[in-house]
């Protein structure tokens, strides 16, 4: 069975800074996507980036960057400028290919603090 | 605008009850999901649905049930099988062509057990 493993649960970043949440997981498939969302106190989950595994180049937001490493499994979120609006729980999912379902499968969450 | 709407936000079960949540879009998304967050997790994925009148288990389906009957439609109804029903509810679509498929959330129901 697919997994996500996300080793930080908690971490801070000062405002202006750069901060990186860090995901792994585990899958023998080779087409798949990757998700990072963002859900703030308001607990409504909001897409941040998505990643095609088949894709070698890193996907990019404004602020928002992944290092996505397919040999390692990894999948980690850059966050650029912190701003006090970043502030929220960051979870990593996986969606296996299409034949599978449109399912994702979530990591346990890392909540983001960011100090003025 | 569009988008997707979960009511009640709180919701709260007595012992022995069956309590249903509605999830209602209006994106034409033709797959619909149910997902359970509890604290210290990620959501856990309940049923799911990629078309009109089937849905499929996830999970964690046992206690829970749903119907799809409509496209703009997937209620989750949980019943009293489900022993340990305090949590929060997220629902989800998502279109079923193209890529990648993303799927998008409504803002959540509250469920409490009284």
């Known amino acids: 069975a697919q997994t996500v493993t996300q080793s930080q649960p908690e971490m801070s970043v000062q405002e202006a800074e750069t901060v990186t949440l860090s995901c792994t997981y585990d899958?023998?498939?080779?087409?798949?996507?990757l998700f990072w969302y963002k859900q703030p106190p308001s607990r409504q989950m909001i897409l941040v980036i998505r990643?095609?595994?088949?894709?070698?180049q890193n996907a990019t937001e404004n602020r928002f960057s992944v290092n996505f490493q397919k040999a390692a499994k990894s999948f980690s979120l850059k966050i650029s400028d912190s701003q006090l609006g970043d502030a929220a729980m960051y979870f990593c999912?996986?969606?296996?290919?299409?034949?599978?379902?449109?399912?994702?499968?979530f990591g346990a969450g890392t909540i983001l603090r960011v100090k003025s | 605008d569009g988008g997707i709407t979960q009511s009640p936000k709180y919701l709260f079960r007595k012992e022995g009850q069956n309590v249903t949540l509605s999830c209602e879009q209006n994106?034409?998304?033709?797959?619909m999901y149910w997902y359970r967050q509890d604290p210290g997790q990620g959501l856990r994925l309940i049923y799911y649905?990629?078309?009109?009148?089937?849905?499929q288990k996830g999970d964690i389906a046992e206690g829970y049930s749903v119907s799809r009957e409509k496209k703009e439609s997937f209620p989750l109804t949980v019943t009293s099988a489900q022993k340990n029903p305090t949590a929060f509810y997220l629902c989800?679509?998502?279109?079923?062509?193209?890529?990648?498929?993303?799927?998008?959330f409504g803002p959540g129901t509250r469920l409490l057990v009284l």
């Open positions: 649905s990629q078309i009109v009148n089937d849905f």
């Open positions: 999912a996986y969606r296996p290919p299409r034949e599978y379902g449109n399912k994702l499968v």
């Open positions: 994106l034409n998304h033709d797959a």
């Open positions: 990643q095609e595994a088949y894709k070698q």
């Open positions: 899958t023998s498939e080779s087409d798949y996507y």
């Open positions: 989800a679509s998502s279109k079923t062509s193209g890529t990648p498929e993303t799927q998008y």
